[in-house]
């Protein structure tokens, strides 16, 4: 099966900073990588996705990158802010539904204020 | 609209009892997922439901874990006995049709499971 390995697992910055989270994938067939934030207490919310024919995808302070060569793809959250802080999960899938999604370790952000 | 709802938020069990969780789906979406996570770890498919018929059970213990969707709308998902690892926040998720990539995929609050 799949395996998604996600880093770093915490991270903080200032509030305004930017912030960067990385994932690697290994099945070269996986086409969709969502990405999820969940605050505590709370079920994982989808933020933003990218499918494989697609570089990179941006929607307001948040994009995400995708280098299929590489098998990776990355996570980043421009002008932080507090409500920002939360855990976030990348995630992998293949084929035509969303079968099963195989999700990242997560990575604790905390923004400063 | 409402999200995905599921009961209990908590439940705490002595080890070799049952257990029981409860979902409802958002109004309208045909495919309904089990998750289970860990601490400190990403959501694992349990098993995934389109319309009454569970077409990936391949991750579910069946020795203990069962599930049922009837009528195709709210899902339940049992253990039978429990065991201590298997505490962990029990998440069900639902999206609209078939989970076609590209579709949301809403996830409830989850119920955390202590055994104890």
């Known amino acids: 099966g799949e395996n998604v390995e996600q880093h770093p697992s915490t991270l903080s910055v200032q509030e305004g900073d930017s912030a960067v989270i990385k994932c690697t994938y290994s099945?070269?067939?996986?086409?969709?990588f969502p990405w999820y934030k969940q605050e505590l207490g709370k079920g994982p919310q989808l933020i933003i996705d990218?499918?494989?024919?697609?570089g990179e995808k941006k929607d307001q302070r948040i994009a995400v990158t995708l280098n299929k060569t590489a098998k990776h793809f990355s996570l980043h959250i421009t002008e932080t802010q507090p409500e920002d802080s939360a855990v976030y999960f990348c995630?992998?899938?293949?084929?035509?539904?969303?079968?099963?999604?195989?999700f990242g370790r997560g990575t604790q952000l905390t923004v400063w204020p | 609209e409402a999200g995905v709802v599921q009961s209990p938020r908590y439940k705490i069990i002595e080890k070799k009892q049952p257990v029981a969780f409860w979902c409802n789906p958002i109004?309208?979406?045909?495919?309904l997922y089990w998750y289970r996570q860990n601490l400190g770890q990403g959501p694992e498919l349990l098993i995934r439901?389109?319309?009454?018929?569970?077409?990936?059970d391949s991750q579910l213990p069946k020795d203990r874990f069962s599930a049922e969707r009837l009528k195709g709308v709210d899902s339940t998902l049992k253990i039978q006995p429990a065991e201590l690892g298997d505490s962990a926040v029990y998440l069900c998720?639902?999206?609209?049709?078939?989970?076609?990539?590209?579709?949301?995929?809403?996830f409830g609050s989850g119920t955390q499971l202590s055994v104890l």
């Open positions: 998720a639902s999206s609209l049709d078939r989970g076609v990539i590209g579709e949301k995929l809403f």
């Open positions: 099945d070269s067939a996986s086409n969709y």
């Open positions: 990218i499918r494989s024919n697609v």
């Open positions: 995630a992998a899938n293949r084929g035509s539904t969303l079968g099963r999604l195989y």
């Open positions: 109004s309208g979406h045909n495919t």
């Open positions: 439901y389109e319309n009454e018929e569970a077409v990936d």
